[in-house]
């Protein structure tokens, strides 16, 4: 009985350990949920796209494990949307240290400079968690870029100041 009184206690606090148990969580699960609301805004010659941050993930677990966003876009020169092609990474916006674009309460805003005349552009945007997995991809937003319209002329009677 002595000799099996250490292995008792052993196992009664190996059984007990610390802390409250729960059941594990793969990584890949703690994805935050998709961003539904993307839009995108013509501003000064510029792209705007801005959405909604995450608040929980997909297991329903808050807050978010978010730790950067990925904007995907896609190019199309032949004027044909609907065919297949490729979204490459146009910007990775983290959220520690908020660089590029901007957030304001729950809301990430970002513009794309880099148009051309002609080219339809898609987008879409999707959050990362702190091991690196990806969202489901949020929402597309298209447009077919166009220079700006010159100014109207001035009309006969109108001051110049």
């Not at 995450?54 to 808050?62: D, L, V």
């Amino acid at each position: 009985m002595k000799k099996t009184f250490p292995i008792w206690i052993f196992l009664i606090i190996l059984a007990g350990g610390c802390g409250v148990k729960t059941s594990l969580v793969p990584p890949d699960v703690l994805v935050p949920k998709a961003i539904k609301d993307l839009q995108g805004t013509v501003k000064e010659g510029t792209f705007e796209l801005t959405w909604s941050v995450p608040k929980a993930n997909m297991n329903g677990s808050t807050p978010a494990d978010l730790v950067y966003f990925r904007v995907l876009r896609r190019d199309e020169t032949a004027g044909c949307p609907e065919c297949p092609g490729e979204f490459k990474v146009k910007a990775e916006l983290d959220l520690r240290t908020p660089k590029g674009y901007l957030l304001e309460k729950d809301t990430a805003t970002w513009v794309d400079k880099d148009l051309k005349e002609g080219v339809i552009y898609m987008y879409k945007v999707i959050g990362v968690n702190h091991w690196g997995y990806p969202s489901a991809p949020s929402n597309e937003v298209m447009i077919k870029w166009a220079p700006a319209p010159p100014p109207a002329p001035a009309t006969p009677g109108e001051q110049k100041e």
